[in-house]
């Protein structure tokens, strides 16, 4: 069984920066695609970034690319959400999720396990 939790997210004014932590445990993390994905209120949830065990990654949409960055450190079995130049419409509740397998997924019924989400506000 894996448990992901994740941490950092706040309440921040546009333009600000916040890094999200997924700190992941549990039977197996290696070799696993890692997720992010956000839900805003009303809205479906929609995928943000991946990133393969060998550190390939990938984005969602074109309002993140470049302001997003996300990343993992193997040894800590941690993934991190690097985000810059927030806008309000980044606010959101931020979930972390492992994938079936090492493929980067962007469809949220690839991956198999979840964290509790991270609420993340940005004020205009």
């Known amino acids: 069984q894996v448990q992901l939790v994740e941490s950092g997210g706040g309440l921040v004014q546009a333009g600000g920066s916040l890094r999200l932590s997924c700190a992941a445990s549990?039977?197996?993390?290696?070799?696993?695609?890692m997720g992010w994905f956000r839900q805003a209120p009303g809205k479906e949830r929609e995928f943000v970034a991946a990133i393969s065990w060998g550190g390939n990654n990938i984005y969602g949409t074109d309002s993140v690319k470049g302001r997003f960055t996300i990343s993992r450190d193997k040894a800590k079995n941690t993934v991190y959400l690097q985000m810059n130049s927030l806008k309000p419409e980044d606010t959101a509740v931020y979930y972390c999720a492992s994938g079936r397998g090492g493929n980067l997924y962007t469809n949220a019924e690839e991956y198999s396990y979840w964290g509790q989400g991270t609420q993340v506000t940005v004020s205009s």
């Open positions: 549990g039977r197996t993390f290696s070799n696993r695609v």
